[in-house]
Nanobody
Framework: QVQLVESGGGLVPAGGSLSLSCAVS????????MGWFRQAPGTEREFVARISRTGAITVYADSVKGRFPISRDNAKNTVYLQMNSLKPEDTAVYYCAAANRYPSRNEPREFDYWGQGTQVTVSS
C-alpha cells in the first residue's frame, strides 16, 4: 500500500518560515519524481515545485522561486519543502505527490500518488 504522509504545516506570521516533510512508503521512492502542490479554498490545485529522482533537477512555480527550495533524501524516503519569506497568499493546503514517470507538465494529472495534505496558514 502506497502512503505519502505530510507533516510540518502550521500557522506562521508573514515573513516567517516552515519546513514541510513528506514520508513515502510502499514504493521504490528513488524511482519517483516528487512534487509539491497547494490548494487554497475555492481554487484549483496548483503546482509548487518538483524534484527529479536523484535530486539533480528541480523546477519551481514562479510564485515560489527563490523562497521554497525542494529537496529529497532517498535513504529516508522523504521529500522536503523549506518555505521561507512566507506571504499571506501562500496560505493553502500543501500536498506532496509522486510520479512514476517524468512529468511532461507541472499538473496534478501527471502525478500518481498523493498525500492527505497539511495546512499552512500565513497571517498578515
Amino acid at each position: 500500500q502506497v502512503q505519502l504522509v505530510e507533516s510540518g504545516g502550521g500557522l506562521v506570521p508573514a515573513g516567517g518560515s516552515l519546513s514541510l516533510s513528506c514520508a513515502v512508503s510502499g514504493r521504490t521512492f528513488s524511482t519517483d519524481t516528487m512534487g509539491w502542490f497547494r490548494q487554497a479554498p475555492g481554487t484549483e490545485r496548483e503546482f509548487v515545485a518538483r524534484i527529479s529522482r536523484t535530486g539533480a533537477i528541480t523546477v519551481y512555480a514562479d510564485s515560489v522561486k527563490g523562497r521554497f527550495p525542494i529537496s529529497r533524501d532517498n535513504a529516508k524516503n522523504t521529500v522536503y519543502l523549506q518555505m521561507n519569506s512566507l506571504k499571506p497568499e501562500d496560505t493553502a493546503v500543501y500536498y506532496c505527490a509522486a510520479a512514476n514517470r517524468y512529468p511532461s507538465r507541472n499538473e496534478p494529472r501527471e502525478f500518481d500518488y498523493w498525500g492527505q495534505g497539511t495546512q499552512v496558514t500565513v497571517s498578515s
